[in-house]
């Protein structure tokens, strides 16, 4: 099975600035057959569903604010929020498709400081 | 809009069964691949069973082989969760979650439904 791993487990960033999380995969989830890293970023707040913002490692889905970025590629991956706002504040995982058992990494707090 | 909504969830005693339910509306279901994804109490996010827009394929975490059984029904626009043998570590909140479109296994999920919770306790 592919480990997901994020760091930090939680971070408190003062609103308007960068929030960085990182995510490592325990083997390269970039498929050369497609050039695509099957890599997605999820946001979740208390009492809800998770919420879909990356897929592919960089492309933002529909409707996400352009402050949600995605970047990296076979085994390092980087959601970066610009500018923090308040209604960030959540639970970010990182997930894998590339190989079955789709796994998560364990998750990452983001608080206002 | 796109809706999945789980339903079946409740209080069990170990050793015991449940299904759940998950009935989607406003897309073409035939056509999505569905997932079941569960949540423990303060805990991430792990990823159970799959199964193809046409039920034709069917992927279950290999530790849960055998316990829990993904189904659906496309006249019905549902997919089911059978789970027997349950532990109280299978207390969770389960959602179902549809298979994004740009990949051809359907492994990232662009909807989720709201989550039914199950607790297995004696």
């Known amino acids: 099975d592919i480990v997901m791993t994020q760091s930090p487990d939680s971070l408190a960033v003062s609103l308007g600035e960068r929030a960085t999380i990182n995510c490592e995969s325990s083997q390269s989830v970039f498929s050369t057959s497609n050039n695509k890293n099957y890599l997605t970023w999820y946001q979740q707040k208390p009492g809800q569903p998770p919420k879909l913002l990356i897929y592919?490692?960089?492309t933002r889905e529909s409707g996400v604010p352009d402050r949600f970025s995605g970047s990296g590629s076979g085994t390092d991956f980087t959601l970066t929020i610009s500018s923090l706002q308040a209604e960030d504040v959540a639970v970010y995982y990182c997930?894998?498709?590339?190989?079955?058992?789709?796994?998560f990494g364990q998750g990452t707090k983001v608080e206002i400081k | 809009q796109v809706q999945l909504v789980e339903s079946g969830g409740g209080f069990v005693k170990p050793g015991g069964s449940l299904r759940l339910s998950c009935v989607a509306s406003g897309f073409p279901f035939d056509e999505h691949h569905i997932s079941w994804i569960r949540q423990a109490p303060g805990k991430g996010l792990e990823w159970l069973a799959y199964?193809?827009?046409?039920?034709?394929?069917?992927t279950n975490v290999d530790s849960r082989k055998g316990r829990f059984t993904i189904s659906r029904d496309n006249d019905k626009n549902s997919v089911y969760l059978q789970m027997d043998s349950l532990r109280v570590e299978d207390t969770a909140v389960y959602f179902c979650a549809r298979g994004g479109p740009w990949s051809a296994a359907g492994g990232y999920f662009d909807y989720w439904g709201q989550g039914s919770a199950v607790i297995v306790s004696s």
């Open positions: 997930q894998q498709y590339y190989s079955v058992p789709w796994t």
């Open positions: 592919w490692a960089s």
């Open positions: 199964i193809s827009s046409r039920g034709s394929a069917k």
